[in-house]
């Protein structure tokens, strides 16, 4: 029997099944953190981009939440700095992929297949998750608030045929989604949907409080993060694992985040 998309939404809107496990992924050498399942071989992984001055911290639920359903999700504390490079986050996202498929990963058994990744992020983080997928080897990237990147991330969108899911927050005054997300939504190489979020803010998925709040616009919002989190973890599991028990989900409007358009893939050129 098929699930309902509501029904689907307030599932994937609470934690998964399984318990999680935090680590440190400077045991590999590379500053971030890492939350897995506490076990399982062959899972998929996803590297997520923190935003501009957002410590990976500030994500904390949605990783631990994806981890919650089987993903295992790591991401890179680098490039914190006010003037990031966004081509070295992108190659720290790589980096990461590598780390979670190459290192023992906690005490019992979890491994990641390589063959199952996907790449992640907010604001810049996001514009990077786009440049780092244009080099290929995942399966599917999604961004909330993307913001573009210097080399342009719109640019790069028209290389990355695997699917996109980018979410706009309708009242992101520091990356308007007209030139941000929508823009490499539009861009996007394959398959791809925009939707826009309403009654939300560039900041509404970080959590916590941090000093960046007082030069940047907007504030963590609870409802935002139960949406982009339900909304990532439907569009991993259906493009990283292969089930289709949570595409009607992704294939509906939701009350606060309807499809804006969707597309299957740009045009080949003659």
Known sequence: MVSKPKELLEELSHAGPHEVLRGNLALAGLPGVVFTPRSGLGLPAVAFGHGWLQPP?????????????GVVAAAPA?????????????????????VVTGVRLGPDAISVDPARLGLAGHSTGGGSAVLAAASGGV????????????????????????PGLHLAADGDLMAPAGGNAEAIAK???GPVQYRKVDKSSHLALTEGS????????GKPDRRTQVLV??????????????TDRYRPLLESDTKRAPIDFTRDALPVAA
């Open 57 to 69: 911290g500030r994500y904390r639920g949605l990783l631990s939440h994806l981890a919650s359903w």
């Open 210 to 217: 941090h000093w960046s709040q007082r030069l940047l616009h």
């Open 229 to 242: 989190r339900a909304l990532f973890t439907a569009f991993f599991l259906t493009h990283l694992t292969g």
């Open 139 to 162: 399966r599917g990237v999604a961004t909330f608030a993307a913001a573009q990147t210097l080399p342009s991330a719109s640019a790069a969108a028209v290389r990355v045929v695997v």
């Open 187 to 189: 861009a996007w190489g």
């Open 78 to 98: 680098t490039q914190l700095g006010p003037l990031p490079s966004h081509r070295l986050l992108a190659a720290d996202l790589r980096m990461t992929l590598d």
